[in-house]
């Protein structure tokens, strides 16, 4: 059973995975930000490693992986990252990326290193499931669990095939569009987790748009094993560069307020 | 070419999850319109009573006398809108009213290719939003102007290098948003599968016709064919047609400021193997993989990545790609204009250039075609500029 599976097993609580890019707004400051998610109580930690042509995300996050490729980070800078936080927590950590910064280091290269450092799974946001046996390959043998996207518009036959494939968790897009804050969960959301349920017993974790405690209890109520937020955090970060302890301060306060919305009645 | 949209090695599905879907369904509707004869008819239609094809191959008289062999343009400067960029769209859009998509969107870089998706969108009745980098919409204004004309919306990308890349990453971003209405009509042989084919299919009838054109002129296939390479298109369209003949083929690659200054968009001269915007082909990126920012003095060429069926090309030596450089497709530019009363696009004037460098190479029964691919008339008040002009 890998981390991310101990985790999802934990009963009473919808799970936060909390996203950062890594290296924005520099490496240390970074570094800082995932403790404090961690410290806030993030169960599962996603680290963008920042590419200069992100399709699948909105402004926010783009402008992150800008100010993190400005500051030099580079996958060693990742890598590095992922150490100085596995050394600190055994949270899980997953590391959220393009194919051309798998592609150009070596894939094998990039898993194993990945492994070394202590990276539990890795999502290719421009990577379908047609295009991934031999990521999914190299992926078990380095024990790091292959995330794979579901949308709205997945038929149902390439679902069971993600579904063979994915471990860990799926990231269910809960609209059609890119990441970035939103004001409500929309009701095809929903939909699609119950959809989903049905060709599954993976957890499921519903991302892009969620940045409200209400969304949360919306996703929780659903039935959702786990939310995933990525801008609204990103955006605390970008708002307090100027004032670390506040920024850390923040960022504890809002994870906490999220994961209290999550809790589950029994 | 194999069932995932491969060129050899290169090729493929690298986009979100999202639009797997949308390119299914393109792919299926592809098929059904390939195998449609009602669907060809009606695109050779508007080939010849709008676009008006055929397009000549014109001898240059006075360009062959001068470099001491007998040189063609195919001309695809005189297809309606000034570039051979309509011969995609009409196609392209004629499939999205097949799938009762109602919007098409776009990139574009010189503007060519968002006027002639303006020009198919108001001929066929679909709304029209053109992606355009904001230093492009400064260095095509004529475009934009003219896109506006013909009731399209131009909205001016002011992400990342503000040119043709990120164009197409926000028009990615769009279609992701409004996959279920929305048609991407994209302009060159990149992107995901099915689009390199389906645009290299719809520009074949450039190689089409100038295959029959040179042997009814000359009685037999041209020696060298050059056309330029920014995405590929034009290139792609007339090479295609001409793959099993015996024959050189030279793709032109925009080497900007010299390829060792690193401010170029030499892609298959300078580039490696990588993934951007859904295909693995040759890219220009740097050590870590990030793509690296690109400069040509034309704005169609501006662009780090290309088609996957070139970076298939290539690796198979069947097309020789080489470079040439700001310098010499400004000469060329005039060059052209003065000789023969034709003013190229500055993409096009890539090729002329090559000849007029290369010119030693040919004998004089030797029968070169250059692809004019577009006019030049957007680019004269830049080129003005450049001259001091103003």
Redesign the interface.
């Known amino acids: 059973m890998s981390r991310i599976d101990r985790v999802f097993q934990r009963n009473g609580q919808t799970t936060f995975i909390g996203f950062a890019v890594a290296g924005d707004p520099d490496r240390d400051t970074s570094a800082r930000v995932a403790h404090a998610l961690i410290d806030g109580g993030t169960d599962i930690l996603e680290l963008g490693v920042p590419?200069?042509?992100p399709?699948?995300d909105?402004?926010t996050i783009?402008k992150a992986d800008?100010r993190a490729?400005a500051a030099g980070t580079?996958?060693d800078t990742v890598f590095s990252l992922v150490r100085e936080i596995r050394a600190y927590s055994a949270v899980p950590i997953v590391l959220l990326t393009?194919?051309?910064?798998?592609?150009?280091?070596g894939v094998e290269r990039f898993y194993r290193e990945a492994h070394e450092a202590g990276v539990d799974g890795i999502l290719i946001?421009?990577?379908?499931v047609?295009?991934s046996a031999e990521v999914v390959e190299i992926a078990r043998t380095y024990e790091i669990d292959p995330i794979?996207?579901?949308?709205?518009?997945?038929?149902p036959e390439?679902m069971d095939e993600i579904v063979r494939r994915a471990r860990g968790f799926l990231y269910l897009?809960s609209v059609?569009?890119?990441t970035g804050a939103r004001d409500r969960v929309p009701d095809e959301a929903l939909a699609l987790l119950h959809r989903v349920r049905t060709h599954t017993a993976l957890p499921l974790a519903l991302g892009f748009g969620i940045s409200a405690p209400e969304h949360v209890k919306t996703c929780a109520e659903a039935g959702a094993d786990g939310v995933i937020v990525g801008s609204a955090i990103v955006s605390i970060v970008e708002k307090n560069a100027g004032n670390i302890p506040l920024m850390e301060q923040e960022l504890k306060r809002y994870v906490a307020r999220m994961k209290a919305a999550g809790v589950r009645d029994r | 070419m194999d069932k995932k949209g491969r060129f050899g090695e290169y090729g493929g599905q690298f986009v979100s999850e999202t639009l797997m879907s949308a390119l299914l369904e393109l792919e299926h509707a592809y098929d059904m319109i390939t195998a449609d004869p009602h669907f060809e008819q009606a695109l050779r239609e508007y080939q010849a009573e709008f676009a008006g094809r055929p397009t000549p191959l014109t001898f240059c008289a006075n360009m062959s006398r001068e470099l001491g062999c007998r040189i063609y343009l195919k001309r695809e400067d005189l297809v309606h809108g000034g570039s051979h960029k309509l011969n995609n769209t009409l196609g392209q859009a004629l499939l999205a009213q097949r799938m009762g998509k109602k919007r098409l969107i776009a990139e574009t870089g010189a503007g060519q290719h968002g006027v002639a998706t303006a020009i198919a969108g108001a001929a066929l009745g679909l709304p029209v939003e053109v992606y355009m980098g904001e230093v492009d919409t400064k260095r095509q204004a004529l475009n934009v102007f003219r896109m506006e004309l013909m009731g399209a919306k131009v909205i001016p990308v002011k992400t990342g290098t503000r040119t043709l890349k990120d164009a197409i990453n926000e028009a990615l971003r769009d279609w992701v948003t409004h996959v279920e209405d929305t048609y991407y009509l994209i302009g060159s042989v990149v992107g995901p599968h099915p689009y390199p084919m389906m645009v290299r299919d719809f520009q074949s009838v450039i190689g089409c016709e100038a295959r029959e054109q040179c042997k009814k002129k000359e009685g037999r296939v041209p020696d060298t064919i050059v056309a330029c390479v920014g995405g590929g298109s034009n290139a792609i369209g007339i090479f295609y047609p001409f793959l099993s003949d015996t024959l050189e083929l030279v793709g032109v690659e925009a080497g900007g400021r010299g390829i060792g200054t690193g401010e170029h968009s030499a892609t298959l001269c300078a580039g490696e193997a990588g993934v951007l915007h859904g295909a693995f082909s040759y890219l220009l990126q740097d050590a870590h993989g990030q793509v690296l920012p690109t400069h040509s003095i034309a704005a169609g060429l501006d662009y780090p990545g290309v088609g996957p069926e070139h970076s298939m090309l290539k690796d198979a030596r069947r097309v020789t790609y080489t470079t040439v450089n700001d310098q010499d497709v400004l000469d060329a530019f005039m060059f052209l204009s003065r000789t023969e009363g034709i003013i190229p696009a500055l993409e096009s004037a890539h090729a002329v250039a090559y000849v007029l460098k290369h010119a030693d190479r040919f004998d004089k029964d030797d029968v070169v075609v250059i692809n004019l691919s577009g006019r030049g008339d957007k680019d004269v008040a830049e080129v003005a500029a450049l001259q001091g002009v103003t």
């Open positions: 590419f200069s042509d399709v699948a909105g402004k783009q800008e490729i580079t996958p393009y194919y051309n910064m798998v592609y150009r280091r946001a421009d990577m379908p047609e295009e794979f996207l579901v949308t709205r518009t997945t038929s390439r897009v059609l569009g890119v």
